[in-house]
């Protein structure tokens, strides 16, 4: 009774599951060159059944149009949900539309520019800290940089770098037991029995008693704090007027931390990687850079088609930090003739569509000049997601990584170890390695 999409054969079944787990971009896109932009996949080996596309008519079916079928998987709302709480991420249904609802005016346009200085002051702090004279992980330096921002405006000065590193290791500690437990479920008893379960649910405990440390502190403050906390404390449910519950507002926080800081940090690692080999784009950032004078980071600069903006979009589109997208039927739906029942998960690989040379031409080349074309707007890019649950952070990412390469560029360069940019997939796409020199620009 349901059309679905056609399948991988049984003769292809093991070599794809095996290799979701090594390296799941390239086996998807090969299944798709085999048979199309939509497909199956399933066999007695997969408990359910997935449906994965490329087709960016379908995901703005999924994602928009058709949304209140859908909600997000039990890999995010449970696996993760389990060590992160109930936050924006990993919510859904009434609950996430309400926490939604509370949420977001506090990343408003207006509310984001007034972390506008602090941002600077965290960019200027981690450029200079890496003057060493030597080969550093500028990885490492992007996700401590992002991290360091996401940190100061959510909690001013409330917070103290010994927490935010206890933080941060706890975060990246998580996220490996999460990638664990999606990638080899089959060793849940053995992660129970070890021990490893219980450790790392007790990493989220400490975790939530640093953030309620620091929020009841700010609550017995006086005084104005233009931070997002702050706007968190104030904000009040529309149909009670009570403020959020102390175990919702660190849920909310743990996100943010989480999709707040890596996220960028990865697009900022590839972005110094395609800069650094392309001369042309880069002679035109300092140009660009050079012709603002003193009002280079100036918020009236930031947005619109600067080059700056141009670059990063580019960067976006090649390498997107939410690389594949999840949803899972709340009923049976249908789309281009194609059906599916009730429970059938969708997975739409960002990465291919931003890739597709049936819409993008030199689809692998770097071309921030693309994004200035009348007729960008109807292609298949969505780096920030779609519909609904379209990430409520753009304005905050797009105005720190600018305000990074601007800063940046105005004096410094890269001398570049890592010639091949390799990628691992795991919850975000992220470089295997980005090694290089800090250096006094020659422009």
């Known amino acids: 009774m349901y059309n679905y999409p056609p399948k991988v054969s049984e003769k292809s079944i093991w070599k794809t599951l095996l290799k979701l787990n090594s390296d799941p971009i390239a086996i998807i896109s090969q299944n798709f060159q085999e048979l199309g932009n939509t497909y199956t996949l399933s066999s007695f080996l997969v408990k359910k059944r997935f449906v994965f596309s490329r087709d960016p008519e379908l995901f703005d079916f999924v994602l928009r149009k058709n949304q209140k079928n859908y909600e997000k998987s039990a890999i995010q709302t449970h696996v993760l949900g389990k060590y992160l709480g109930k936050g924006l991420l990993t919510n859904t249904g009434k609950n996430w539309l309400k926490q939604r609802r509370l949420v977001q005016p506090s990343f408003s346009n207006k509310n984001i520019e007034l972390l506008h200085q602090t941002m600077i002051d965290e960019i200027n702090a981690t450029i200079e800290s890496q003057l060493k004279n030597e080969t550093i992980d500028l990885y490492k330096m992007t996700n401590s940089l992002t991290f360091n921002i996401i940190a100061r405006t959510l909690f001013g000065n409330s917070i103290d770098y010994t927490q935010i590193l206890r933080i941060s290791d706890s975060i990246t500690e998580i996220q490996k037991m999460f990638i664990k437990e999606v990638r080899k479920p089959f060793l849940m008893s053995w992660y129970k029995v070890s021990g490893q379960l219980k450790k790392h649910l007790q990493l989220s405990e400490e975790m939530r008693a640093v953030f309620r440390e620091i929020i009841l502190k700010r609550q017995s403050e006086k005084g104005n704090y233009h931070h997002i906390l702050q706007n968190l404390l104030e904000s009040r449910y529309e149909d009670t007027g009570e403020p959020m519950a102390m175990e919702q507002l660190i849920d909310e926080i743990i996100i943010l931390f989480v999709a707040g800081h890596e996220t960028s940090a990865n697009t900022l690692a590839f972005t110094l990687f395609l800069i650094e080999n392309n001369d042309h784009e880069k002679q035109l950032l300092v140009k660009e850079i050079e012709d603002l004078g003193e009002d280079f980071l100036a918020l009236k600069t930031l947005f619109g088609n600067s080059k700056t903006m141009t670059i990063i979009k580019e960067s976006l589109r090649l390498y997107p930090p939410a690389w594949i997208i999840d949803r899972v039927a709340l009923a049976d739906d249908s789309f281009k003739g194609f059906s599916w029942e009730k429970g059938?998960?969708?997975?739409?690989?960002?990465?291919?569509?931003?890739?597709?040379?049936?819409?993008?031409?030199?689809?692998?080349?770097?071309?921030?000049?693309?994004?200035?074309?009348?007729?960008?707007?109807?292609?298949?890019?969505?780096?920030?997601?779609?519909?609904?649950?379209?990430?409520?952070?753009?304005?905050?990412?797009?105005?720190?990584?600018?305000?990074?390469?601007?800063?940046?560029?105005?004096?410094?360069?890269?001398?570049?170890?890592?010639?091949?940019?390799?990628?691992?997939a795991l919850i975000t796409l992220r470089p295997v390695e980005l090694r290089g020199k800090i250096v006094p620009g020659s422009f």
Not at 360 to 368: A, G, L, M
Not at 409 to 423: S, V
Request: glycine share 4%.
């Open 344 to 424: 059938t998960i969708v997975e739409f690989l960002l990465y291919d569509m931003h890739r597709n040379p049936a819409d993008w031409e030199q689809p692998n080349s770097f071309i921030p000049e693309r994004f200035e074309e009348s007729d960008i707007k109807s292609k298949p890019y969505f780096p920030f997601g779609n519909g609904a649950r379209h990430c409520i952070g753009e304005h905050f990412a797009y105005m720190e990584m600018i305000l990074f390469l601007r800063l940046f560029y105005k004096k410094y360069e890269l001398e570049l170890e890592t010639k091949e940019m390799k990628t691992i």
